[in-house]
Protein backbone atom coordinates (compact mmCIF):
# COMPACT_ATOMS: atom_id res chain seq x y z
CA UNK A 1 0.00 0.00 0.00
CA UNK A 2 2.67 2.42 -0.59
CA UNK A 3 1.64 3.60 -4.06
CA UNK A 4 -1.62 5.32 -2.82
CA UNK A 5 0.79 6.75 0.18
CA UNK A 6 3.05 8.26 -2.61
CA UNK A 7 0.34 9.81 -4.63
CA UNK A 8 -1.01 11.88 -1.96
CA UNK A 9 1.87 13.24 -0.63
CA UNK A 10 3.44 14.60 -4.46
CA UNK A 11 -0.28 15.35 -5.62
CA UNK A 12 -2.53 16.19 -3.08
CA UNK A 13 -0.59 17.19 -0.18
CA UNK A 14 1.06 20.36 -1.73
CA UNK A 15 -2.50 21.41 -2.27
CA UNK A 16 -3.36 21.38 1.33
CA UNK A 17 -0.40 22.47 2.96
CA UNK A 18 1.27 25.57 0.62
CA UNK A 19 -0.08 28.80 0.16
CA UNK A 20 -0.69 28.69 -3.51
CA UNK A 21 -2.69 24.75 -2.94
CA UNK A 22 -4.53 26.83 -0.37
CA UNK A 23 -5.77 29.44 -2.66
CA UNK A 24 -6.53 26.71 -5.12
CA UNK A 25 -8.95 25.16 -2.32
CA UNK A 26 -10.57 28.06 -1.53
CA UNK A 27 -11.46 29.26 -5.57
CA UNK A 28 -12.68 25.85 -5.96
CA UNK A 29 -14.98 25.91 -2.71
CA UNK A 30 -16.30 29.66 -3.73
CA UNK A 31 -17.40 28.21 -7.80
CA UNK A 32 -18.89 25.26 -5.86
CA UNK A 33 -21.16 27.43 -3.79
CA UNK A 34 -21.66 29.86 -6.96
CA UNK A 35 -23.06 27.05 -9.04
CA UNK A 36 -25.25 25.52 -5.60
CA UNK A 37 -26.19 28.84 -5.37
CA UNK A 38 -27.64 29.06 -8.71
CA UNK A 39 -28.59 26.03 -8.96
CA UNK A 40 -30.97 26.43 -5.75
CA UNK A 41 -32.39 29.69 -7.37
CA UNK A 42 -33.21 28.34 -10.66
CA UNK A 43 -34.60 25.14 -10.03
CA UNK A 44 -38.35 27.18 -8.78
CA UNK A 45 -38.24 29.11 -11.96
CA UNK A 46 -37.83 25.96 -13.97
CA UNK A 47 -40.21 23.48 -11.83
CA UNK A 48 -42.81 26.54 -12.32
CA UNK A 49 -42.86 26.79 -16.20
CA UNK A 50 -42.92 22.73 -16.55
CA UNK A 51 -45.88 22.83 -14.21
CA UNK A 52 -47.23 25.66 -16.54
CA UNK A 53 -46.74 23.20 -19.55
CA UNK A 54 -48.13 20.35 -17.96
CA UNK A 55 -51.69 22.50 -17.11
CA UNK A 56 -51.95 23.73 -20.67
CA UNK A 57 -55.21 22.19 -22.03
CA UNK A 58 -54.85 20.09 -25.65
CA UNK A 59 -57.44 19.39 -27.61
CA UNK A 60 -58.10 15.39 -28.00
CA UNK A 61 -57.59 14.13 -30.90
CA UNK A 62 -61.31 12.60 -30.74
CA UNK A 63 -62.49 15.72 -30.78
CA UNK A 64 -61.35 15.71 -34.76
CA UNK A 65 -61.77 12.94 -37.00
CA UNK A 66 -58.06 12.61 -38.66
CA UNK A 67 -59.09 13.54 -41.96
CA UNK A 68 -60.53 16.89 -40.78
CA UNK A 69 -57.08 17.15 -38.63
CA UNK A 70 -55.22 16.93 -42.03
CA UNK A 71 -57.80 19.16 -43.30
CA UNK A 72 -57.17 22.42 -41.23
CA UNK A 73 -53.40 21.86 -40.71
CA UNK A 74 -53.37 21.82 -44.71
CA UNK A 75 -54.90 25.01 -44.75
CA UNK A 76 -52.48 26.84 -42.09
CA UNK A 77 -49.56 25.74 -43.65
CA UNK A 78 -49.15 28.49 -46.51
CA UNK A 79 -49.38 31.15 -43.46
CA UNK A 80 -46.25 28.80 -42.31
CA UNK A 81 -44.41 30.48 -44.98
CA UNK A 82 -42.06 27.49 -44.75
CA UNK A 83 -39.56 28.90 -47.53
CA UNK A 84 -39.99 32.55 -46.87
CA UNK A 85 -42.31 35.31 -48.04
CA UNK A 86 -42.07 36.22 -51.87
CA UNK A 87 -42.68 39.36 -53.11
CA UNK A 88 -46.40 39.94 -53.24
CA UNK A 89 -48.37 38.10 -55.78
CA UNK A 90 -51.08 40.68 -56.25
CA UNK A 91 -48.40 43.60 -57.20
CA UNK A 92 -46.84 41.33 -59.81
CA UNK A 93 -49.91 40.10 -61.26
CA UNK A 94 -51.16 43.80 -62.06
CA UNK A 95 -47.82 44.08 -64.25
CA UNK A 96 -48.27 43.62 -68.40
CA UNK A 97 -46.51 40.78 -69.95
CA UNK A 98 -43.40 42.59 -72.25
CA UNK A 99 -44.17 42.85 -75.87
CA UNK A 100 -40.35 42.45 -76.37
CA UNK A 101 -38.98 40.30 -78.57
CA UNK A 102 -36.85 38.68 -75.37
CA UNK A 103 -37.16 34.79 -73.42
CA UNK A 104 -36.28 34.20 -70.12
CA UNK A 105 -34.33 31.16 -70.66
CA UNK A 106 -33.44 30.07 -66.65
CA UNK A 107 -33.53 31.83 -63.06
CA UNK A 108 -30.74 31.68 -61.24
CA UNK A 109 -32.84 32.76 -57.31
CA UNK A 110 -30.19 33.45 -54.50
CA UNK A 111 -30.02 34.74 -51.29
CA UNK A 112 -28.64 37.30 -50.56
CA UNK A 113 -30.90 39.03 -53.59
CA UNK A 114 -27.39 40.57 -55.60
CA UNK A 115 -26.43 36.97 -56.61
CA UNK A 116 -29.50 36.03 -58.42
CA UNK A 117 -29.13 35.98 -62.23
CA UNK A 118 -31.02 35.35 -64.99
CA UNK A 119 -30.50 34.17 -68.61
CA UNK A 120 -32.36 36.16 -71.35
CA UNK A 121 -32.18 35.38 -75.04
CA UNK A 122 -33.28 38.14 -77.27
CA UNK A 123 -34.63 37.76 -80.71
CA UNK A 124 -33.38 34.10 -81.08
CA UNK A 125 -29.80 34.49 -80.25
CA UNK A 126 -27.89 32.66 -77.40
CA UNK A 127 -28.64 34.07 -73.77
CA UNK A 128 -26.70 35.92 -72.24
CA UNK A 129 -27.10 35.85 -68.40
CA UNK A 130 -27.69 39.10 -66.23
CA UNK A 131 -28.52 40.62 -62.79
CA UNK A 132 -30.57 43.17 -61.51
CA UNK A 133 -30.01 46.53 -62.91
CA UNK A 134 -28.23 45.14 -65.77
CA UNK A 135 -29.61 46.67 -69.08
CA UNK A 136 -30.59 44.54 -71.76
CA UNK A 137 -31.35 47.07 -74.82
CA UNK A 138 -31.42 50.81 -75.13
CA UNK A 139 -33.98 51.88 -72.19
CA UNK A 140 -34.56 48.45 -70.77
CA UNK A 141 -33.30 47.31 -68.22
CA UNK A 142 -33.68 44.33 -64.52
CA UNK A 143 -35.92 45.75 -62.29
CA UNK A 144 -36.64 42.42 -60.24
CA UNK A 145 -35.71 38.94 -60.31
CA UNK A 146 -38.66 36.22 -59.31
CA UNK A 147 -38.38 32.67 -59.37
CA UNK A 148 -40.92 32.17 -62.00
CA UNK A 149 -39.61 35.06 -64.02
CA UNK A 150 -38.33 39.09 -64.21
CA UNK A 151 -39.84 41.75 -64.11
CA UNK A 152 -38.46 44.57 -66.84
CA UNK A 153 -37.82 48.42 -66.38
CA UNK A 154 -38.71 49.87 -69.62
CA UNK A 155 -38.83 53.45 -69.68
CA UNK A 156 -40.63 54.27 -67.50
CA UNK A 157 -43.35 51.60 -67.19
CA UNK A 158 -42.53 48.29 -66.00
CA UNK A 159 -42.91 45.10 -67.28
CA UNK A 160 -42.92 40.82 -67.31
CA UNK A 161 -40.91 38.73 -68.55
CA UNK A 162 -42.34 35.13 -67.76
CA UNK A 163 -40.17 31.93 -67.22
CA UNK A 164 -42.11 29.41 -70.18
CA UNK A 165 -42.37 26.51 -68.48
CA UNK A 166 -44.03 23.64 -71.13
CA UNK A 167 -46.99 21.82 -69.66
CA UNK A 168 -47.06 17.97 -68.44
CA UNK A 169 -49.16 15.76 -70.47
CA UNK A 170 -50.33 12.28 -68.87
CA UNK A 171 -49.35 9.51 -71.46
CA UNK A 172 -50.77 6.52 -69.53
CA UNK A 173 -49.41 4.15 -67.28
CA UNK A 174 -46.15 2.82 -68.28
CA UNK A 175 -45.55 -0.10 -69.87
CA UNK A 176 -44.45 -3.44 -68.26
CA UNK A 177 -41.31 -4.78 -68.24
CA UNK A 178 -41.15 -7.91 -69.58
CA UNK A 179 -40.21 -10.90 -67.76
CA UNK A 180 -36.66 -12.23 -68.73
CA UNK A 181 -36.70 -16.43 -69.51
CA UNK A 182 -34.81 -18.62 -71.68
Known amino acids: MAL ?6 ELFAPLLTT ?9 MLVIMGLLAFLTLISTPYYWYSDLKLARTHVT ?25 IGPDDAQTDTIPITSLQLKLVGVIKALPENMSRVIISESGQP ?31 QEKLPLQRS ?14 GG
Open 60 to 84: SSSDYSTSEQLAMLSKQIPQWHLFG
Open 127 to 157: GKVYQVGDKITAGVKIYLIMEDGVILQNGAR
Open 167 to 180: TLIFQGMPKQLLQG
Open 4 to 9: PNILFE
Open 19 to 27: EWGKRVGWA
